[in-house]
């Protein structure tokens, strides 16, 4: 189950609301605090998922899946 107070949470909504308006650095820059805050390979998946999704080129989307 998801903790709606663990950081890595925040950080993914808080990342998601700002797809949700459009293209934007904002949301790769909160993917990205996500990625660094991951505490465990749970975290750390989640976080990779969504940095995939805002790579500038396929082979980074690539490296960010794979560590998905």
Do not use: K, S
């Amino acid at each position: 189950m998801t903790n709606p107070e663990d950081i890595v949470v925040q950080l993914c909504v808080q990342g998601m609301q700002a797809e949700a308006r459009g293209p934007d650095v904002r949301a790769r820059d909160l993917f990205l605090q996500t990625w660094e805050a991951a505490e465990d390979d749970y975290d750390a998946c989640l976080a990779a998922h969504y940095l995939a999704r805002h790579q500038p080129t396929p082979q980074e989307t690539l490296h960010w899946t794979r560590n998905a």
